[in-house]
């Protein structure tokens, strides 16, 4: 017992792992699962701009669900807010709004919802109902009886791109991201850290290539490999379960290329710093739980704390699922996904970076 106690004592690095694995974990689970909807990025394009249309907004902010991050000035720019992710409600009001309010004519608003994650969606859609109705049944009893219309203020929600509100059409793209992600890593892992241990990678390491050539020809099978795969589950994905595509297939493929590449460059770091298999599997599998929880993959990231919304934006898959579902579900192209497709490759650069300079270091 004395014996394994030392010698569990020596690998500080495990032990750390194991005494700082379950607190990070907890502090996760805690704060990083809701079910709750509230804060949902929101823009406004009011064309009223008058007290019946600010009293609305009011309203509707009031409940906790919307969030309004930016007012636009037409109808096709709140459209492209959603479609590029930026947004998932729009908020339209017309104008004379207020004017018809006044007049005892019907006032009518419509918000926009992207459907694409059908909880979301659903109790955004519940949300604005009931401000509606709530706001015509204040406006009912302080008006006059003859003045006063059968509905004075209607709050018409439109669900975008999953009218049905399908679970499956947003469940399913973040399941073949996650899945080649995670494939792809403990692949390059298993990889990399068994010749690490037979000597293998050491011998490599002294021979004329240069770090860089060796981990970008570790990198060139598996690239392969998961792009195969991923694309075999995006068949099954359209064939089995009837989740359409409807952005550009060729952009697609070319995002998961990057993605690929960034997932076997986190491999590759893990195993570079690394000294056996089990620190490479410990820190791996530490890596799954951000990974689903704070990436948008399973619970939005609206409700999320501050600095775990932030922590999320670290996670790679992150960004792939914007991409990844900005394509399939909303028909978004390059012009709205610009920024999370910059961001993956920046993390593709700078992961295969921090490899090559740590294989650098153990070679010297």
């Keep these: ?34 079910f709750e909807v509230r804060d949902i990025s929101t823009v406004l394009y009011d064309e009223d701009r008058k007290h019946q249309a600010y009293e609305l907004v009011n309203e509707l902010v009031a409940t906790k669900y919307f969030d309004i991050e930016k007012r636009v000035g037409s109808r096709k720019a709140v459209e492209q807010e959603i479609i590029a992710g930026r947004a998932k409600v729009g908020i339209i009001i017309p104008p004379n709004f207020s004017d018809n309010v006044e007049t005892g004519l019907p006032a009518k608003a ?113 690239v392969l490999i998961a792009f195969i795969t991923i694309n075999s589950l995006l068949a099954a994905m359209c064939g089995i379960f009837r989740v359409p595509i409807h952005g550009s297939l060729l952009l697609l493929e070319a995002c998961t290329i990057i993605f690929i590449l960034v997932a076997l460059s986190s491999g590759l770091l893990i195993s570079a710093c690394s000294r056996n298999l089990a620190q490479a599997t410990h820190m791996a599998v530490f890596s799954i739980v951000p990974t689903i929880l704070l990436s948008g993959f399973v619970f939005p990231r609206e409700p999320m704390p501050l600095a775990l919304n932030w922590l999320g934006n670290l996670i790679p898959l992150t960004h792939f699922l914007q991409i990844q579902r900005g394509i399939v579900l909303r028909g978004a192209g390059l012009a709205d996904l610009w920024q999370p497709i910059c961001v993956l490759v920046v993390f593709c650069v700078l992961l295969i970076f921090l490899s090559v300079r740590r294989f650098h270091s153990a070679q010297a």
């Design 1 to 34: 017992m004395i014996k394994e106690c030392l010698e569990i004592l020596k690998d500080r690095f495990t032990v750390g792992i194991m005494l700082t694995i379950p607190i990070v974990q907890i502090v996760i689970y805690g704060f990083g699962i809701t």
């Design 110 to 222: 419509q918000i926009l919802i992207d459907g694409s994650d059908a909880v979301v969606a659903n109790a955004i859609y519940g949300a604005a109902v009931s401000v509606g109705l709530n706001r015509a049944v204040q406006i009912l009893t302080t008006s006059p009886a003859e003045k006063a219309p059968l509905l004075p203020i209607e709050v018409r929600p439109r669900i975008l791109f999953n009218p049905d509100a399908r679970t499956t059409n947003f469940v399913l793209p973040g399941v073949v991201a996650y899945i080649g992600f995670m494939l792809t890593m403990f692949l390059t892992v298993n990889s990399i850290v068994r010749e690490r241990e037979t000597g293998t990678l050491d011998q490599l390491l002294v021979t004329p290539v240069q770090p860089l050539g060796l981990m970008l020809g570790k990198l060139a099978p598996y």
